[in-house]
């Protein structure tokens, strides 16, 4: 099974402040809705907290969190990324999407093998960043995208596989 990042970060790293994302991008909402759909996505609780607690439509919702007794309508809820490989797997998904936040994506960065990154064209404050070690990845893909109306920063959809 594949085990794919997908996220969006500032040329500083930057993704988030005070839990919630940085820039309102419609295509790159759109691309995550398309890459994602019908495959499970991962996420921490404060990220699954931060989206109003609503299990995203059309996708297997996993959540990790320390509280043994964390519940939520329509999702699984584990307290590991081991653990959420483990249902992903038990379910015969070819893919999983880890989709944050910052500390689920430092544990998933060693087992991962795809990174799907939108790189925003911006140098932002932020308090939750996306740290990724360039040498052990190969960049496959690059979309680059200039400011438009409906988007305030440029931005560059990009492919990464692990070496």
Do not use: C
Not at 13 to 33: C, E, R, S, V, Y
């Amino acid at each position: 099974m594949n085990i794919s990042i997908i996220v969006a970060a500032s040329k500083n790293n930057a993704i988030g402040k005070n839990n919630q994302l940085l820039w309102h991008l419609p295509n790159d909402m759109k691309f995550f809705k398309q890459t994602t759909w019908a495959l499970p996505v991962v996420m921490g609780r404060k990220t699954f907290e931060s989206m109003g607690s609503k299990a995203l439509n059309g996708r297997l919702n996993i959540i990790i969190t320390k509280q043994k007794d964390y519940k939520a309508d329509s999702v699984v809820v584990v307290n590991s990324i081991e653990d959420a490989v483990f249902v992903a797997h038990e379910h015969s998904y070819k893919e999983l999407m880890i989709i944050g936040g910052g500390e689920i994506y430092k544990q998933a960065m060693s087992i991962a093998n795809k990174i799907y990154l939108t790189r925003v064209d911006t140098i932002i404050d932020g308090d939750t960043f996306f740290e990724m070690d360039e040498t052990h990845w190969e960049l496959m893909f690059a979309d680059k995208h200039p400011v438009d109306e409906k988007h305030k920063f440029a931005y560059t959809f990009e492919t990464w596989l692990r070496k």
